[in-house]
């Protein structure tokens, strides 16, 4: 949420800005639940249409890690980790 708020106070119009943690990883079916348990009650859920003969090139878990320098720049620190700050 800070992030976001130091975003709309001290970021530039028209730029792009990633709110992420270098130190902390989730995957995009990870957080994909977490949107379906926590945010939508568990009212919709994450359904997986992979193809047997898989030639698209699935990878069960990529990690990918966004770069929150531009962010971190204008005073914001990554703190914790998201789907352990959106629990509760």
Do not use: R
């Amino acid at each position: 949420m800070i992030g976001l708020l130091t975003i709309l106070l001290k970021g530039k119009d028209g730029e792009a800005y990633n709110v992420s943690n270098p130190a902390s990883h989730t995957t995009i079916a990870e957080m994909a639940k977490m949107v379906c348990e926590k945010i939508a009650d568990g009212k919709i859920k994450v359904v997986f249409d992979i193809p047997e003969s898989n030639t698209f090139g699935y990878a069960a878990d990529t990690k990918m890690k966004l770069n929150s320098d531009k962010l971190q720049g204008l005073g914001w620190k990554p703190e914790g980790h998201f789907l352990i700050n959106t629990a509760g």
